[in-house]
């Protein structure tokens, strides 16, 4: 048994002078160096490209950018025109299967917002009825707002006009063949 002491005690003597206290700083990394110049991409410089760019292309543009934005624009409205819907939005007040129910709130809107102008459809088998027609969202609020005071289920949505300015092509006898 006082073998195994005297073991144990050899044992932790040497092991404590055996550690040695290590240093964490900055000095112990002050020799420390690592070249990543092989793995890291490579890139033109973009000054020399600039003016090599510059020198080679002297030609400068004949048109300029307002006259091609122009036919564009022209372009897209000619096409515009050629569409006999566009989509929006409008205000819907009521919705549902009552015919009666859908005349009374036409007459009530009339009545309390005369300068609003409310228009009935019937979509099978319901009634709708509807106030404006709007391009955007934000032209719609101006309306809802008003509206929403006396008639709280009244919500925007969005719905497909008719252009005014549409007009159908008229069927002629050469290009109506075919046709019931």
């Not at 859908?102 to 709708?128: C, V």
């Not at 809802?144 to 008719?162: E, G, H, Y």
Request: hydrophobic share 35%; net charge negative.
């Amino acid at each position: 048994m006082k073998a195994v002491w005297v073991l144990g005690l050899l044992v932790f003597i040497v092991g404590c002078n055996s550690s040695k206290s290590t240093t964490s700083g900055a000095g112990s990394y002050a020799n420390y160096q690592e070249n990543l110049s092989g793995s890291l991409p490579v890139y033109p410089d973009y000054k020399e490209a600039m003016e090599a760019e510059s020198s080679s292309s002297s030609v400068e543009s004949v048109e300029s950018v307002d006259d091609v934005l122009g036919q564009k624009i022209r372009a897209m409205y000619d096409k515009n025109l050629t569409e006999p819907y566009f989509n929006g939005y409008s205000v819907l007040v009521y919705s549902g299967i009552e015919r009666t129910k859908a005349f009374e709130t036409r007459d009530d809107l009339m009545e309390n917002f005369p300068e609003i102008k409310a228009e009935m459809q019937y979509q099978e088998p319901r009634y709708l009825v509807k106030v404006g027609k709007f391009n955007y969202k934000i032209e719609a609020q101006k309306s809802f707002s008003l509206i929403k005071s006396q008639f709280p289920t009244a919500r925007i949505i969005q719905d497909r006009f008719q252009r005014k300015e549409y007009e159908a092509p008229e069927i002629t006898n050469s290009n109506a063949e075919g046709q019931n």
